[in-house]
């Protein structure tokens, strides 16, 4: 049968009525940027997650060079973030100027650890942004109490576990501001490479957030020293921004989408129980959720030894696990000018060694499952022998 990691003709399948019918309606108006579909959409992500205000970006790098922009954070400035993420994260801090410092994760987990985050801490630090990997929301209270007790920011970034719970409630809305990329492979996805969010409850950080978004457009204000007869418009450059639109297209198809999000988290987590209960007697380190968490598994995450034995042999038996964040941030070359070495984060690069993770998406049944871990067994037997 097969075990693909996503499905994503299955899912275009299971609502392509609608989905034809809003890409139609898009193009015969004639508008695609900053219509209707995506003021719509932006204000539906916002409430599903729990936020006041949301702004649509291109792409989840966007979504944070312009988070922080619009903080304020720049050139000088210090972000941590955690070390076994995508490049787009510290990429995206240092296209503002500011610079990436990274801390080790959790063991359990594989989520950033609070405990590491005070020693990270400088006179320049200005945020501390963590991410819900691998589809489970971290341990938000603590990292969001340290930086506040040290006034920092808190930056969410929902980006892989859109539809997860913490105490119940829906990842999105709990830091300052939080960010989303919806492109591709992600849990909530565009069509194609092009989608991210910006969330918060502050209505000033919004504002700037689109006029750095919308090439540094903002409404003409009196204080703006312009010529009465050059004033007619309304509108100003006033910083140097970018071109970052979501396009009608996709905001059509997201919001679509977005409706089905509960079904397909309740979903995730099913096929993601079935898992835990069918490896519970096979060699492997299984994923650890927090008492407090509900994952939305964006891959169903196994620690192995010989991993690379064991990825090859699934794949070529048709299991089309997946090697994520690899190597841990700290390694990759664009990064040696911070100074990192091998061994400076010893539980990200231990992990980095051992992880894998299966496929799991709403449209996959039980047998795919179950197809999954039989395969898996067979390979690591035929590994051991």
Known sequence: MGVPWMDHNAQYQSMK???DAAMQRVIASGTYILDEEVEAFEQEFALYCGSAHGVSVHCGLDAIRVALLSLGIGAGDEVITVVNGCPSVPLAIAHTGATPVFVDIDEATYNIDPEKLESAITDRTKAILALHSYGAPCEID?????AHRFGLTFIEDASLAVGARYDGIRVGGF????VASLSKGKILTSY???AGMILTDDESVADRARMYARYGFRKLDESDSIDSSLKRG???CAVEGYNSHLDALQAAVLRIKLRRMDQWAATRL???RLYDRLLEEVDVIRPVIGERALSVYRGYTVRVRNRYDVLDALRSRGVEAMMLFLPPLHLQPVWSRLGYRLGDFPVAERVGREILSLPIYPEMSEGHVEEAVSTLRDCLQSDAS
Do not use: F
């Open 17 to 19: 009525q609608e989905i």
């Open 142 to 146: 603590a990292v969001r109490s340290v």
């Open 192 to 194: 194609g490479n092009g």
């Open 234 to 236: 309304g509108w100003v």
């Open 175 to 178: 830091g300052d501001v939080s």
């Open 270 to 272: 099913e096929r993601g």
